[in-house]
């Protein structure tokens, strides 16, 4: 068996990062709560570009549905808790990577974590947990690196001066403390988020819009595929990696999608257009869930 070597793993990313900063990205720290889907690959990439410490968070276990699109879900860890399985197998890919685990109590020791970590990635689908998580990431100065709930890749980069998810789409919880939102805010900030997804982008020729207004219902879970979970874990990875070495460029806190299928970036609307299309999205939407 071939002794492990960070140099030799992480030979042929020069040309893409120098010298200098592959040690950069080997020193970085990444926190990632929610290392199943898109959360999960954003950690699979950055895992394999060398970055050395991580800490990492998740409160479920694999099951075979994930296995469609879960990077580090596998035969042998169904029914394994997600945070423990990830760290396991990751090291398999580098023994020398520094993994800190939490379970549920993450949202609670942000305190503790953020202000050890370099830039901070979103894979949790939980409302309440991610208003405190950006508004923790603000209030420790740190970028969070997000994306849609969208059937496009997307991906966005807030910074600590940028508006918080929660003002920028008008979500129900502004002001409430991230133990008092119920899942009736919960239902309504997803509804705003499928909105901003369908005025900003055309992901609505993508999908089954039957299965779509069910999922839109509460009457089926959210429907997830695994080239567009991969692909949008990447570009998270990828603008993760832009934050730890200060590169310039980017996206910023309103993001992009990117639209495989016709092989183009959609960017968001200009206010005057978006005003105009959102009435017919907001008729679109009640339609669906009628």
Partial sequence: MTAFSYAEMTTRNRGFVSEVEQARLREACVFIPGVGGMGGAAFMALVRAGVGRFVI???????????????????????ELKAEAARRLALELN???QIEVFGGEWTERLPDIL???????????D?????????QCRRHGRTLIDAYASPLPSVTVVRPQDPRLEERLGYPTLGVPWQDITRDMSVECLMREIEYVLVHSSSH????????????????????????VTMAGTL????????????PGG?????????????RVERPLAAPLAFAKRAL??????????
């Fill in 57 to 79: 968070a998740d409160i479920d276990v694999f099951e075979v549905s994930n296995l469609n699109r879960q990077l580090f879900c596998r035969a042998d860890t169904i029914g």
């Fill in 95 to 97: 023994p020398e990577l």
């Fill in 115 to 125: 202000p050890g970590v370099d830039v901070a990635i979103n894979g949790t689908d």
């Fill in 127 to 135: 409302a309440a947990a991610g208003a405190e998580y950006y508004r």
């Fill in 205 to 228: 020729k993508y999908v089954d819009l039957d299965v779509a207004g069910e999922v839109a219902a509460g009457k089926r879970s959210r429907f997830s595929f695994a080239t567009m």
């Fill in 236 to 247: 998270m990875a990828e603008e993760a990696i832009r934050v730890i070495l200060a590169r």
């Fill in 251 to 263: 996206t910023d806190c309103r993001g992009y999608f990117f639209n495989p299928h016709a092989a």
């Fill in 281 to 290: 999205v907001r008729r679109f939407m009640t339609k669906l869930l009628a």
